[in-house]
């Protein structure tokens, strides 16, 4: 059975850090790209970051610069370091694999989805 579990999350103040982590299992993941989307109440499932199987990445305009993704393929295991957290970063954020063709990451790209952990910055 395919998994993919998050892990982290929390609440934070604005200006502060937190980090989440995914771990896969049940197949490997080494060929699929991995990586982050969120959900705010009310709003549509918004892409975040994405890593590829050999390290590219690639950010939403709105993280780029305070959000750093990274990989351990051994491990099958996605992070997402968030800094300078606002509070409009405050959402589910859900671990996402599926193909990247580089151009967006849409959720119709995405084959397996994690069940989301919760992030909240307060102002």
């Known amino acids: 059975q395919v998994q993919l579990v998050e892990s982290g999350g929390g609440l934070v103040e604005a200006g502060g850090s937190l980090s989440v982590s995914c771990a896969a299992s049940?197949?490997?993941?080494?060929?699929?790209?991995m990586g982050w989307f969120r959900q705010a109440p009310g709003k549509e499932r918004e892409f975040v970051a994405v890593i590829r199987s050999a390290g590219r990445t690639y950010y939403a305009d709105s993280v780029k610069g305070r959000f750093t993704i990274s990989r351990d393929n051994a491990k099958n295991t996605v992070y997402l370091q968030m800094n300078s957290l606002k509070p409009e970063d405050t959402a589910v954020y859900y671990c996402?694999?599926?193909?990247?063709?580089?151009?967006?990451?849409?959720?119709?790209?995405?084959?397996?989805w994690g069940q989301g952990t919760q992030v909240t910055v307060s102002s």
């Open positions: 996402a694999a599926g193909v990247f063709r580089g151009l967006e990451w849409t959720r119709s790209d995405i084959d397996y």
């Open positions: 049940g197949r490997s993941f080494g060929n699929y790209a």
